[in-house]
């Protein structure tokens, strides 16, 4: 089968690999579409660490049931399935709470194991869940990343309330879903904040009533007035940079939240304790999703409640899947998501 491996040195090879076989309480996945994201530029280019190398990349992914192993019995050849973007070890506190971003014994998908840059990918049985015939592969291949991810964020840590005013700080792939979401529960106006005109023409498309590019003179002050009253109640940060979160910081009204979702190596800095304690400003990080909140937005989709018909914005062979990384990188034709289709002839 086709693969895309990573390599030491950050060199990208697209290679015939054996087909995975199947053990007991597996599955083996032949992948309709695999999502393309930002975790992955950073693998690609040594921005972040890779414990397995070499190693077949990505970690959002979805399609057909090849196979199935001994002692599996929720599925057979042929189901439709999506795939969650780790292995989790099932047995410690966050697991039992169903929390699948907080197991500290996670095997992240092309990272610490072979991942869905591939024509086949074999999983535990607990990585894989049904995919309404309703949804797309390819938007259900970034359900269990971009989507869900996002939606814990808004939902569930930030605790959106409606008619509430929010900023998203960074508008790329999780970003994007963050305003979908917070339109969808209800915020009365959403900024959307980067640097990137392209991608803040994706937030107004999504739903964002007003943009701020982050270059200006002065963004806090930007922000707060778009919002409009004291500034935004909620700012949600998905840039992960010092700049960013320091923005959302001073951006934030008071007695208001900020929730960090962006990942990054930086260290930002608080300021004077005066300037969040004494403004009540609450600051939360957020990681991953529960199970809870994963089939909340597979039903979301499925119904037709959440439109992601916008967030797909390029489709490529496995063959060109380093050009879709540098795509993304570049920000070339202002992607939301990126989609590798292992079917179709490079």
């Known amino acids: 089968m086709k693969a895309v491996r990573l390599y030491e040195g950050s060199e990208i090879r697209i290679e015939d690999a054996p087909e995975p076989e199947v053990g007991a309480g597996q599955i083996r996945v032949a992948v309709q579409a695999a999502g393309v994201c930002g975790t992955d530029v950073h693998a690609a280019r040594g921005a972040l660490p890779v414990p397995t190398l070499p190693v077949i990349m990505g970690h959002e992914g979805a399609g057909i049931v090849d196979a199935v192993g001994k002692g599996v019995s929720d599925f057979a050849e042929g189901d439709r399935?999506?795939?969650?973007?780790?292995?989790?070890?099932?047995?410690?506190?966050?697991?039992?709470?169903?929390?699948?971003?907080?197991?500290?014994?996670?095997?992240?998908?092309?990272?610490?194991?072979?991942?869905?840059?591939?024509?086949?990918?074999?999983?535990?049985?607990?990585?894989?869940?049904?995919?309404?015939?309703?949804?797309?592969?390819?938007?259900?291949?970034?359900?269990?990343?971009?989507?869900?991810?996002?939606?814990?964020?808004?939902?569930?840590?930030?605790?959106?309330?409606?008619?509430?005013?929010?900023?998203?700080?960074?508008?790329?792939?999780?970003?994007?879903?963050?305003?979908?979401?917070?339109?969808?529960?209800?915020?009365?106006?959403?900024?959307?904040?980067?640097?990137?005109?392209?991608?803040?023409?994706?937030?107004?498309?999504?739903?964002?009533?007003?943009?701020?590019?982050?270059?200006?003179?002065?963004?806090?002050?930007?922000?707060?007035?778009?919002?409009?009253?004291?500034?935004?109640?909620?700012?949600?940060?998905?840039?992960?940079k010092k700049a960013s979160v320091e923005l959302a910081m001073a951006s934030v009204a008071r007695g208001g939240r900020v929730i960090v979702g962006g990942v990054g190596m930086e260290s930002p800095e608080l300021g004077p304790l005066v300037s969040f304690v004494g403004k009540e400003i609450g600051v939360l990080g957020s990681m991953g999703y529960t199970r809870a909140e994963l089939d909340r937005v597979i039903e979301l989709t499925a119904t037709g409640k959440l439109d992601l018909s916008g967030s797909i914005t390029a489709r490529y062979p496995l063959g060109r899947a380093a050009e879709a990384l540098d795509d993304l990188a570049s920000r070339r034709n202002d992607p939301v998501r990126l989609a590798l289709l292992p079917g179709e002839p490079s």
């Open 81 to 240: 399935v999506l795939l969650l973007p780790s292995e989790t070890c099932g047995e410690c506190p966050a697991c039992e709470a169903g929390h699948l971003g907080l197991c500290p014994r996670a095997r992240i998908l092309g990272m610490a194991r072979d991942g869905t840059f591939a024509e086949k990918i074999v999983v535990p049985a607990s990585c894989v869940l049904p995919l309404p015939a309703e949804i797309p592969f390819e938007h259900g291949a970034i359900l269990a990343d971009a989507v869900a991810t996002a939606y814990h964020a808004v939902a569930t840590r930030a605790g959106i309330r409606g008619g509430e005013r929010i900023a998203v700080v960074g508008c790329g792939g999780v970003g994007h879903h963050a305003i979908l979401l917070a339109r969808l529960l209800g915020a009365k106006t959403i900024v959307a904040a980067d640097a990137s005109e392209g991608a803040l023409r994706k937030a107004e498309e999504a739903g964002a009533d007003a943009c701020v590019d982050v270059r200006v003179a002065n963004a806090r002050k930007a922000i707060r007035q778009a919002a409009g009253g004291e500034g935004p109640e909620l700012v949600i940060d998905y840039a992960g």
